[in-house]
């Protein structure tokens, strides 16, 4: 499911799709597993960690209970092993102004920046992942991936997309969900949402190499007429 290439390329096994450190060590019996290369899964380890420390130490994930248990056990058990990785994920971190949705000022809270990549690399495997759930089929290597925060794409033509969309999927918790919506003209193109800890929503999707380049020449005539 990471890297669409088959079983000459390594051995393989069944992994998930979704990071297991997100439920650490209560993660439900039923979670959906895919075929993956051993050396493909593992290679992801320290990304996975990453992304988890950044939704668990997110304010608005607080309130969960396994976020809560996350960060108990973290910092009685791991923290001593992970010191350095805590550490580096943290790095750069300073009070800032923080304000609520309904402009309510809470003072200046500690924040620090967050490493894009190494999240994206996490996201983009949960987004291979559902793509693979819904096909069966690992993403094409010409296939662009993209992922946003959703609450930077609230317009009208998101909202009629998502109002589109599949019933939510989960593992019998809310810790993971997700839903998608395919299209049946281009089947390697899919969009999706993906929600964790009931809080923090993405939305990724799937460009086939057809479709990314009927945007790149409709973006080229815009530019053209401009």
């Not at 380890?45 to 973290?74: A, K, T, W």
Request: with cysteine; hydrophobic share 35%.
């Amino acid at each position: 499911m990471f890297c669409g290439k088959d079983e000459s390329f390594g051995p393989m096994n069944r992994e998930h799709f979704v990071p297991r450190c997100l439920w650490e060590g209560n993660r439900p019996k039923h979670t959906i597993v895919l075929p993956a290369h051993v050396a493909c899964n593992s290679a992801f380890s320290d990304d996975n960690n990453y992304f988890c420390d950044i939704l668990v130490m997110d304010e608005r994930s607080s309130s969960h209970p396994v976020v809560r248990e996350i960060l108990q056990g973290r910092i009685q058990r791991k923290f001593e092993k992970r010191f350095g990785q805590i550490v580096q994920t943290v790095r750069g971190i300073t009070l800032r102004p923080a304000i609520t949705k309904g402009g309510i000022y809470l003072g200046r809270l500690p924040t620090f920046p967050v490493d894009s990549e190494k999240s994206g690399r996490v996201l983009k495997n949960v987004i291979k992942g559902i793509f693979y759930k819904v096909t069966g089929r690992p993403v094409k290597d010409t296939t662009e991936i993209h992922w946003w925060d959703a609450s930077k794409l609230q317009n009208g033509s998101y909202e009629e997309l998502v109002s589109r969309m599949s019933q939510w999927m989960c593992f019998a918790d809310d810790v993971f969900a997700c839903r998608y919506l395919t299209d049946l003209t281009y089947p390697d193109m899919m969009i999706c949402q993906i929600l964790f800890y009931r809080s923090r929503l993405f939305v990724g999707e799937t460009i086939p190499e057809e479709v990314a380049g009927l945007i790149a020449a409709s973006e080229d005539g815009v530019a053209d007429r401009g």
